[in-house]
């Protein structure tokens, strides 16, 4: 089994930057596309970036494309969410997952999750 671990929330003013960090164990990350993915108070939780097998491949969703960077340290199995820019509208629980396809923009393709991790954004 593989555990999830997200860290690097917090509290920042708009236009600052944060980089959120999620560290598996049990597993090697190597094999796994992954993901960050956001819920909002009262909204559905969305995919806001992913990441194939290799780290060549990523995707982003408009609202944050230019502004968030997935990557990922297979050697630290470790995956990573950079987000600079960062607005008042991108207040959320993050969340970090892992999908035994190598890569994936559906939420339902996902079998492991982290525990989340708060992020908000003071305008």
């Known amino acids: 089994q593989m555990q999830l671990v997200e860290s690097g929330g917090g509290l920042v003013q708009a236009g600052g930057s944060l980089r959120l960090s999620c560290a598996a164990s049990?597993?090697?990350?190597?094999?796994?596309?992954l993901g960050w993915f956001r819920q909002a108070p009262g909204k559905e939780r969305e995919l806001v970036a992913s990441?194939?097998?290799?780290?060549?491949?990523?995707y982003q969703i408009d609202p944050v494309k230019g502004r968030f960077t997935i990557s990922r340290d297979n050697a630290k199995n470790t995956v990573y969410l950079q987000m600079n820019i960062l607005k008042p509208e991108d207040t959320a629980v993050y969340y970090c997952?892992?999908?035994?396809?190598?890569?994936?923009?559906?939420?339902?393709?996902?079998?492991?999750w982290g525990q989340g991790t708060q992020v908000t954004i003071s305008s």
């Open positions: 997952a892992a999908t035994n396809l190598a890569y994936s923009t559906y939420a339902s393709s996902y079998s492991y």
């Open positions: 049990g597993r090697s990350l190597s094999s796994y596309g």
């Open positions: 990441i194939d097998l290799s780290g060549e491949n990523t």
